[in-house]
């Protein structure tokens, strides 16, 4: 496996569930991070793990946890989530520092019944 | 409040025929603009990190290019494989301890033969 790998590729899920998902990167990189991508918006930064410390985004509902168990992988825990979280997921890992690029994996499509 | 605009929101060009997608910015120091592809059901794919104005990158039929106040990527000679979402984005204080990427809407480039 090379780059930045996100399982699953597709979720459907009810408001009630709890699901994960999953982010791994095969870069050597030392942060990692969640976007939101919905239609007709730009990507929103959800989430920062740097060096393994979690930078807080307030705007975030707590219906969504993040955890990062070491450097190479990423998780996104889902619950109670409503009909507008529906969108695609992205998973992206970069070197730390200012000025480096993000390389991302392809995302999870979230749909919420 | 750092803000990044991109114009126009879709393109549609004949093969063959030249043009420039443009990427407004407005940053409290620049720290990195970024430029990405992004193919539909995939993750946005990095082509390239522009520092200072007068840098120019190239790649392939893509040169991004950037000024104090905007960035243009130029497609010379387009072929069909080059239709795809070109985003933008500029690196921005996202914490006290951090620096994050805010990207723009995207231009929605097709290329017909």
């Known amino acids: 496996e090379t780059g930045v790998t996100q399982t699953p590729r597709h979720l459907v899920m009810g408001m009630t569930n709890k699901k994960s998902l999953k982010c791994e990167q095969h870069?050597?990189?030392?942060?990692m991070y969640w976007y939101k991508q919905s239609a007709k918006k730009p990507l929103e930064l959800m989430f920062v793990y740097s060096l393994e410390e979690r930078v807080e985004n307030n705007s975030v509902p707590s219906r969504f946890s993040p955890e990062c168990p070491n450097s190479s992988h990423l998780f996104l825990h889902l619950h109670t989530l409503q009909p507008e979280d529906s969108a695609l997921y992205l998973c992206a890992s970069s070197q730390e520092g200012v000025g480096q690029p993000q390389h991302f994996g392809d995302g999870t499509r979230l749909s919420i019944l | 409040e750092d803000q990044v605009t991109q114009s126009p929101e879709a393109l549609r060009l004949q093969e063959g025929e030249s043009s420039s997608l443009n990427c407004s910015y407005t940053v409290s120091g620049l720290r990195g603009l970024f430029w990405y592809r992004q193919d539909p059901g995939k993750g946005p794919e990095f082509l390239f990190t522009?520092?200072?104005a007068g840098e120019e990158k190239e790649k392939e039929r893509l040169k991004a290019t950037l000024t104090k106040k905007e960035s243009f990527l130029h497609i010379t000679a387009p072929k069909p494989e080059d239709s795809a979402t070109y985003l933008c984005a500029v690196h921005s204080r996202y914490s006290n301890s951090g620096y994050a990427l805010n990207f723009g809407k995207g231009t929605s480039l097709l290329v017909t033969p």
């Open positions: 870069l050597g990189h030392n942060a």
């Open positions: 522009l520092y200072s």
